[in-house]
């Protein structure tokens, strides 16, 4: 198993160009199921979660092909309808399949992908959501039967803004006849540009990211080009990582207006931060403050999935804060990893509390989820000794060749084979 190896102390310097959103992709990748013909995505970074999502198309009958960081997928001809529990396992987002393979099929067969390392992560919404379009879902032996012969467009109201229901939903409408409306949606980026993917093969979607989303079905969709977004939990963890080393940096190819609510709190503790169209340039101005309160909630609001990330920063911070995790209930698990490098945290259910030490010691650490490791990852640059990662194939789900953007920027650290 690879682990990481870190030799903590150095200030982060220089350019990054960020990479395609891993969360937009996966949606866009499960969306091709519904596209009668080819569609090109550029500048695809091989996350391993896109890498499992490949698969499954695959598996469903896609022709794929890689051209440089281009990938070609070819779903004219869907050979099943079914996503078997050893590639479902693989990835969370396999269950983003679900509506466009009931579709395209009429019919899926889908198992369910597993509660990730950071809570439960039910599907209740994805499958209400179905319902609500008139599909049969039926719920056996760890699988997801969905029978769609009778489905039309109708009223779904999410009773909480779920990212991937919202998603799910959508690619379960576009091809089905009739009018859609999702009520109480969520409005992250990754929405708003899967209905750009989605409308450039020839979808009728309208408003994501801004209110009540409606989709008008059509009777099928063309292959297309398309480049996503860039990734706004990349861009949030190199400019922590920043603040945490007290270096300086420049970030191209961002959407400043994805990652407000970081940048208001990292001006607010002391850094220079400033943005021209797709760059970023920021400085660190000696040791951060505290951020104090730090709440995460859904877009526009602090993201989840920089709260590991934040929570590192405060460990090294003038200053106390406290942390609320109200999206996900097991998202804390790199707190005794934290706590094992000398961070002085403690914490109750949802709850923790940050009292920022002027240093961090190297351990030997362990990735329990994607985003907790890249907090390792952060520690490890400002611990004063060597730091070692284990499991770190969870945070290759994310981050692409992440020792090699960190070494390019003047950190010391390798990815090494045990
Ligand atoms: C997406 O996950 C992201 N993953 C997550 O990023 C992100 O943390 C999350 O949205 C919130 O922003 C992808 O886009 C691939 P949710 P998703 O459905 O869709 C509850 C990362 O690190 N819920 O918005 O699973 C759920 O339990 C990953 O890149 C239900 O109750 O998130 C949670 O409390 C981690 N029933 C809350 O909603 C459902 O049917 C938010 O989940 C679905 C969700």
Request: charged residues 20%; neutral net charge; glycine residues 10%.
């Amino acid at each position: 198993m690879s682990k990481f190896f870190i030799n903590g102390g150095k200030k982060l310097r220089g350019e990054v160009e960020i990479e395609s959103a891993k969360n937009a992709l996966l949606p866009i990748l499960s969306a091709c199921n519904l596209i009668d013909g080819k569609v090109v995505l550029h500048k695809v970074p091989a996350f391993s979660d896109v890498i499992a999502m490949l698969d499954v198309l695959k598996h469903l009958g896609a022709k794929v092909e890689w051209q440089d960081d281009s990938v070609t997928i070819d779903m004219t001809s869907p050979k099943r309808h079914d996503v078997p529990v050893e590639l479902a396992s693989k990835a969370r987002a396999s269950i983003y399949m679900l509506g466009p393979i009931l579709a395209r099929n009429k019919i899926a067969k889908v198992a369910y992908p597993g509660g990730c390392e950071i809570g439960l992560r039910p599907i209740d919404l994805h499958l209400s959501g179905m319902g609500a379009l008139g599909a049969k879902v039926v719920e056996k032996n760890g699988y997801i039967y969905c029978n769609g012969a009778n489905m039309k467009g109708g009223d779904v109201i999410l009773n909480f803004p779920s990212v991937g229901a919202t998603e799910n939903i959508i690619m379960a409408s576009v091809l089905t006849k009739g009018r859609t409306r999702i009520f109480n949606c969520a409005k992250e980026p990754e929405i708003v540009d899967l209905q750009n993917f989605l409308n450039a093969c020839g979808a009728k979607v309208y408003n994501a990211g801004c209110g009540v989303i409606e989709i008008e079905g059509v009777d099928r969709l063309n292959g297309c080009e398309y480049q996503t977004i860039s990734d706004r939990i990349i861009t949030g963890t190199y400019m922590l990582a920043c603040a945490m080393t007290g270096g300086e940096i420049t970030l191209k190819n961002v959407d400043p207006s994805h990652n407000q609510a970081l940048i208001s709190k990292l001006l607010n503790s002391s850094c220079q931060i400033h943005i021209k169209n797709d760059i970023i340039k920021m400085k660190a101005n000696g040791r951060a403050k505290a951020f104090g309160e730090l709440e995460t909630a859904v877009y526009p609001g602090f993201p989840t999935d920089l709260q590991a990330q934040a929570m590192a920063l405060q460990c090294v911070s003038d200053g106390t804060s406290m942390i609320v995790e109200n999206l996900f209930e097991a998202r804390f698990k790199h707190i005794p990893e934290l706590i094992k490098m000398g961070g002085d945290i403690s914490f109750r259910d949802r709850v923790c509390v940050v009292r920022g030490k002027s240093k961090l010691y190297g351990a030997d650490v362990f990735a329990h989820d994607l985003r907790g490791g890249a907090s390792l990852v952060m520690a490890g640059l400002v611990a004063e000794g060597y730091t070692t990662i284990s499991n770190i194939q969870l945070i290759d789900r994310g981050y692409f060749k992440l020792e090699h953007t960190l070494t390019a920027l003047g950190a010391d650290i390798k990815r090494i084979e045990d």
